[in-house]
C-alpha cells in the first residue's frame, strides 16, 4: 500500500492529491478563536464530511459541486483504513476564487457588534431598531478575503471583492463577483428554509467556489456544516440576546470562561460539542451516523 500525505493541511482538514481528483479528509481536530485545540472531538470530522454531501445532493439544481464520492472504495487503498472511512471525500479539481462567501440572514456575532456602532454591517446599510438576532428583512452578502493560517479574513464591500477578483481573473472581475454573490444567496435561501422545517435556523454561513476546467463556478471546499455556519434550534428562538447554537460554542464559552485553559478543553464540554454536531446532522437528515 502506497503511504500517501497531505499536500495541505488546514487548521481541520487535510488534502491529498490523487492525480486527476483531490480527497479532502475532515479530521477530529477542533479550533476555537483560530487556534487548533489539544482535544479531538470524535466523529466531528464524519459529521462535515456527511453533512457537506448532504447540502451538496440537494443543491446540484442551483449549482454543480466538487464532490465525486465519499465512498472509500471509490480512494486509493491508503484511505481503505477505518480513520478515514466517513469523513473523507474525493473531489474534482478546481481553481478556487479568492473570496469567502458568507451571507447573513440574521444579525449576531461579528454583524451585531458592527451594527450597534454604525448601524452597518460590512458597510451595507441596515433597518434602524434591529435587536440582536434579529432575522434580517433580506440575506446580505458580506465576502471577505481568505487569509493564511494564522491571519482572520478581512472583511470587504462587494464593490472591493470585485476588484479583488479583477487581479487574479482579469476581465472578469465584475461577472464573478455578481456570480458569487447570486450563487452565496440562492444556495443560502433554498437550505436555510429546509433547515427551517426541520427545526434549526442557519443564521449565516459561508461558502466557497471554484471554477472547473472550462471556466464553469462549483461549489467546493465544504458546505453548511456547523463549522462553517451557525445553527441555532428554532424551538426557543427568540431575538433579543445570543441564541445556544448547534456548534463550537459549549466550547467557545468555555475557553473564554477560563482563560489559563492552555487550549485543552475538559471531557465533558467534548461530549457536549459532539452531540451538538451529531444532533443537527440527524435533525437536518432525519438520518443517525451508523
Same mark, same amino acid.
Given at each position: 500500500?502506497? %503511504?500517501?500525505? +497531505?499536500?495541505?493541511?488546514?487548521?481541520?482538514?487535510?488534502?491529498? &492529491?490523487?492525480?486527476?481528483?483531490?480527497?479532502?479528509?475532515?479530521? /477530529?481536530?477542533?479550533?476555537?478563536?483560530?487556534?487548533?485545540?489539544?482535544?479531538?472531538?470524535?466523529?466531528?470530522?464524519?459529521?462535515?464530511?456527511?453533512?457537506?454531501?448532504?447540502?451538496? /445532493?440537494?443543491?446540484? /439544481?442551483?449549482?454543480?459541486?466538487?464532490?465525486?464520492?465519499?465512498?472509500?472504495?471509490?480512494m486509493p487503498e491508503f484511505f481503505q483504513?477505518?480513520?478515514?472511512?466517513?469523513?473523507?471525500?474525493?473531489?474534482?479539481?478546481?481553481?478556487?476564487?479568492?473570496? %469567502?462567501?458568507?451571507?447573513?440572514?440574521?444579525?449576531?456575532?461579528?454583524?451585531? %457588534?458592527?451594527?450597534?456602532?454604525?448601524?452597518?454591517?460590512?458597510?451595507?446599510?441596515?433597518? %434602524?431598531?434591529?435587536?440582536?438576532?434579529?432575522?434580517? +428583512?433580506?440575506?446580505?452578502?458580506?465576502?471577505? $478575503?481568505?487569509?493564511?493560517?494564522?491571519?482572520?479574513?478581512?472583511?470587504?464591500? *462587494?464593490?472591493?471583492?470585485?476588484?479583488? !477578483?479583477?487581479?487574479?481573473?482579469?476581465?472578469?472581475?465584475?461577472? !464573478?463577483?455578481?456570480?458569487?454573490?447570486?450563487? $452565496?444567496?440562492?444556495?443560502?435561501?433554498?437550505?436555510?428554509?429546509?433547515?427551517?422545517?426541520?427545526?434549526?435556523?442557519?443564521?449565516? $454561513?459561508? @461558502?466557497?467556489?471554484?471554477?472547473?476546467?472550462?471556466?464553469?463556478?462549483?461549489?467546493?471546499?465544504?458546505?453548511?456544516? +456547523? /463549522?462553517?455556519?451557525? @445553527?441555532?434550534?428554532?424551538?426557543?428562538?427568540? +431575538?433579543g440576546h445570543g441564541q445556544p447554537s448547534? &456548534?463550537?460554542?459549549?466550547?467557545?464559552?468555555?475557553?473564554?470562561?477560563?482563560?489559563?485553559?492552555?487550549?485543552?478543553?475538559?471531557?465533558?464540554?467534548?461530549?457536549? $460539542?459532539?452531540?451538538? *454536531?451529531?444532533?443537527?446532522?440527524?435533525?437536518?437528515?432525519?438520518?443517525? !451516523?451508523?
Open positions: 500500500m502506497q %503511504e500517501m500525505k +497531505p499536500v495541505k493541511e488546514g487548521k481541520v482538514r487535510e488534502i491529498y &492529491d490523487n492525480g486527476d481528483s483531490l480527497i479532502m479528509v475532515a479530521t /477530529d481536530r477542533i479550533s476555537c478563536f483560530d487556534v487548533i485545540l489539544n482535544n479531538q472531538v470524535t466523529k466531528k470530522g464524519t459529521v462535515l464530511t456527511q453533512m457537506s454531501k448532504f447540502w451538496f /445532493d440537494m443543491t446540484q /439544481d442551483i449549482l454543480p459541486n466538487h464532490m465525486i464520492s465519499v465512498d472509500v472504495k471509490d483504513q477505518e480513520k478515514f472511512d466517513g469523513n473523507s471525500m474525493m473531489c474534482r479539481k478546481l481553481e478556487m476564487l479568492p473570496i %469567502e462567501c458568507i451571507v447573513r440572514g440574521y444579525i449576531t456575532g461579528s454583524g451585531w %457588534e458592527s451594527y450597534k456602532k454604525t448601524g452597518k454591517v460590512c458597510g451595507i446599510e441596515l433597518p %434602524e431598531g434591529l435587536k440582536e438576532s434579529d432575522k434580517l +428583512p433580506e440575506p446580505i452578502y458580506t465576502p471577505s $478575503t481568505k487569509a493564511e493560517i494564522g491571519d482572520h479574513d478581512e472583511n470587504i464591500s *462587494y464593490e472591493q471583492s470585485i476588484a479583488h !477578483l479583477e487581479k487574479y481573473f482579469p476581465g472578469r472581475g465584475e461577472e !464573478l463577483a455578481a456570480k458569487l454573490r447570486d450563487n $452565496t444567496i440562492a444556495l443560502y435561501k433554498k437550505c436555510a428554509e429546509y433547515a427551517l422545517s426541520k427545526g434549526i435556523i442557519i443564521a449565516d $454561513t459561508k @461558502f466557497e467556489f471554484g471554477l472547473d476546467e472550462n471556466g464553469n463556478m462549483v461549489v467546493g471546499d465544504e458546505m453548511l456544516t +456547523p /463549522d462553517s455556519s451557525r @445553527f441555532w434550534p428554532a424551538e426557543g428562538y427568540e +431575538p448547534f &456548534d463550537k460554542q459549549f466550547a467557545r464559552d468555555w475557553l473564554k470562561a477560563n482563560p489559563d485553559n492552555d487550549w485543552t478543553l475538559p471531557q465533558d464540554i467534548v461530549d457536549k $460539542t459532539i452531540e451538538k *454536531y451529531l444532533q443537527s446532522y440527524e435533525m437536518l437528515t432525519g438520518k443517525k !451516523l451508523g
